[in-house]
């Protein structure tokens, strides 16, 4: 059964960075796509960015300047930074595996953990 | 503004059927799979639909999808109170190099 379960402060002051990780537990880190997608309150779904096993990334245009991933195999882990955040970026950040060559299909996602950028 | 739109709501009584839409262009939906997803409140999505017509295991039949040119539709039979939640569109976009959603629908079953 695969898990993937993230974790990370649930309050970061603005300018500052947010740091998130996400543990993946069942089923194989290596052969998919690793993924971070965000929902502010009330609002839509935004993909941020993905990684694969070979650390190769993709991000959302509209944040790639403020946005890394990484990813630690021997973890089971991967990782989201955003720097520089406003109160925009508040919202549920999900992580979420994805098939390899079939970028949007998302098949399991974590239970989400909210971060609030407040002063 | 999402790149694909589909409508903010639809409602529906219990035992019919609905369709969401969402429409695109020839850099997203017109070259590429749709997936669809369910949002219960206050849960994470789940994978409704993928490569725009197939279900997951466990989706039950109810739910089915469709692409003909630039637009997707997912639709729902035999409604039930339980399927009231919000839905959403997914693709990628061959010009952005990104994934894309759309915006979302809210689905009520009265």
């Known amino acids: 059964q695969v898990q993937l379960q993230e974790s990370g402060p649930g309050l970061v002051k603005p300018s500052e960075t947010l740091s998130l990780t996400c543990t993946v537990s069942g089923g194989s880190i290596s052969i998919y796509l690793w993924n971070w997608i965000r929902q502010p309150p009330g609002k839509g779904l935004e993909w941020i960015g993905s990684i694969d096993n070979s650390g190769s990334t993709n991000y959302n245009p509209s944040l790639k300047s403020r946005v890394t991933m990484s990813l630690d195999t021997s973890k089971r882990q991967f990782s989201l930074r955003l720097n520089s955040v406003t109160t925009a970026d508040t919202a549920m950040y999900y992580c979420?595996?994805?098939?390899?060559?079939?970028?949007?299909?998302?098949?399991?996602w974590g239970q989400g953990i909210l971060v609030t950028v407040s002063s | 503004q999402s790149i694909l739109t589909q409508p903010p709501s639809v409602s529906a009584a219990p035992g019919q059927r609905v369709t969401i839409s969402c429409s695109g262009s020839?850099?997203?939906?017109?070259?590429?799979?749709v997936s669809w997803y369910q949002q219960l409140p206050r849960t994470a999505p789940k994978l409704l639909i993928y490569d725009s017509n197939k279900r997951p295991s466990g989706i039950p039949d109810r739910f089915s999808g469709s692409k003909s040119g630039t637009s997707a539709t997912l639709g729902i039979t035999g409604l039930q109170t339980g399927d009231g939640a919000g839905y959403y569109c997914?693709?990628?976009?061959?010009?952005?190099?990104?994934?894309?959603f759309g915006g979302g629908t809210n689905l009520t079953v009265l």
């Open positions: 997914a693709t990628w976009d061959n010009s952005l190099s990104s994934v894309i």
């Open positions: 020839y850099s997203n939906i017109g070259n590429n799979y």
């Open positions: 979420v595996r994805a098939i390899p060559h079939f970028e949007s299909r998302f098949d399991y």
